[in-house]
């Protein structure tokens, strides 16, 4: 079954035993697949926040000083 995000990584999850994904203890497969989901999460948050960078320069220096990351690439691009 593919695991339920809300429940592993929050430790809880609002549809409780009505929740179609699996509250399952995780073994190495369903573990391997709620990582892959965080991975996606976490992507899907930097490309919007290159969006908004590239939106706002003013945010921009805001962002690289939050993610910390400050190379001349970047600069360049925005
Ligand atoms: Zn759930």
């Not at 203890?25 to 960078?53: D, H, Q, R, S």
Request: net charge positive.
């Amino acid at each position: 079954d593919w695991p339920c995000k809300y429940f592993h990584l929050k430790g809880q999850c609002n549809n409780g035993q009505m929740c179609k994904f699996s509250h399952a203890e995780l073994n190495e497969e369903t573990e391997a697949i709620v990582k892959k989901v965080v991975m996606m999460g976490k992507m899907m948050m930097m490309g919007k926040m290159m969006m908004m960078v590239r939106r706002r320069r003013r945010m921009a220096k805001m962002m690289m000083f939050v993610v910390n990351v400050c190379d001349d690439r970047w600069a360049d691009e925005i």
